[in-house]
């Protein structure tokens, strides 16, 4: 089968291996129809690591992707060869505390696609994974959104942990896929008021696109100045999803005493500061967020049940062959790239 590597800081190489083989007996094996470039992905493709997480090269990454099952273990009990499934990329071991606290997300012993010392990720033609990490999606949907169901689950675990209820007036800094699907969630469970901070001018049009009350560039606006102007008795939720520091220091001025600030993105760095003297005189609450737990499902449904879009958070489509341009594009934030799609 093909395979894509990662064989040194941006660089990439097609590469020829055998098809995976079931090793366990709940494994599948699924046939890659679509995969989604991610911002983590980005990390180690231009940094070779995400905080303590090294790439050794060669190395596969990938994540985000949907497929269909051409091979099933003795175990299996759920899954038939045929289904078409969307994949949660983590890989707990179900026997843990944190596993059975309900907590598999952050499993003790969690594998996880496209990490260096876990699992090689998803760029490739064949991929074996545990039956509980696929998931059936209807006929009705495209491979393309059942493999965006992974960033939606992300941002529906990250809207239900900031408590968007109805009547919240919330604010989401970065809109990149991930505050996108924040931004869809948010939406649809109610939120009153949305404002959107983004330093890409495009980004800010599609949230506009999209509904959003407010857009604002803090590169060439004084976002906190003007967002306080229409909630002069502050915002109740910002949510974090652009991992920058001054990003965080404007939600601490934002946020009204007893807000909360939820930490979707993926800093660059491995320290960020706190105005501790604001956080502790407002009563702010500090949330982060660790991807997603149980919410594969419920995102399903909210692409098929269309409470939500997710077609419009595609700009870009590349061949397998070509994943070394769909990651560059994403790198450099070019052409108006929201979400780069790789497919076979």
Request: with cysteine.
């Amino acid at each position: 089968m093909k395979r894509v590597v990662l064989s040194g800081i941006r660089e990439m190489r097609v590469s020829l291996s055998a098809v995976p083989a079931l090793k366990k007996d709940n494994d599948v094996l699924i046939r890659i129809k679509s995969i989604g470039v991610c911002g983590s992905d980005i990390h180690y493709f231009t940094q070779g690591k995400i905080g303590v997480q090294v790439v050794q090269f060669p190395f596969a990454l990938g994540h985000e992707c949907a497929g269909i099952i051409e091979q099933v273990g003795h175990g299996v009990k759920h899954l038939k060869i045929g289904d078409r499934v969307a994949i949660d990329p983590a890989m707990p071991c179900f026997e843990c505390d944190q596993c059975s606290a309900g907590r598999h997300h952050t499993c003790r012993n969690l594998s996880f696609l496209g990490c260096p010392g876990q699992a090689e990720g998803c760029l490739a033609e064949y991929l074996v994974m545990p039956e509980t990490s696929c998931y059936k999606v209807p006929d009705t949907m495209s491979m393309e959104e059942a493999a965006l169901v992974e960033p939606l689950s992300i941002g529906l675990y990250s809207a239900k942990l900031g408590g968007v209820l109805k009547g919240k007036h919330v604010v989401i800094m970065g809109f990149g896929p991930i505050g996108y699907s924040v931004y869809v969630c948010a939406r649809f469970l109610g939120a009153e008021k949305i404002y959107v901070t983004d330093k890409l001018d495009y980004r800010l049009k599609v949230a506009k696109a999209k509904g959003a009350d407010w857009t604002g560039n803090p590169n060439s606006q004084d976002i906190v100045n003007e967002i306080l102007m229409h909630e002069p008795q502050q915002a109740d939720i910002v949510f974090e999803c652009c991992g920058q520091q001054e990003a965080i220091d404007q939600a601490v001025e934002i946020l009204k005493p007893g807000g909360k600030i939820v930490l979707t993105g993926i800093p660059d760095v491995s320290r960020i500061c706190i105005d501790i003297d604001k956080m502790r005189r407002k009563e702010l609450v500090l949330q982060n967020v660790r991807r997603q737990v149980d919410c594969v499902e419920p995102a399903i449904e909210l692409i098929h049940k269309k409470h939500v879009d997710v077609s419009d958070m595609i700009t870009h489509r590349y061949k397998f062959e070509n994943t070394n341009k769909a990651f560059e594009l994403v790198a450099g934030y070019k052409d108006g790239v929201m979400k780069a799609m790789i497919g076979f």
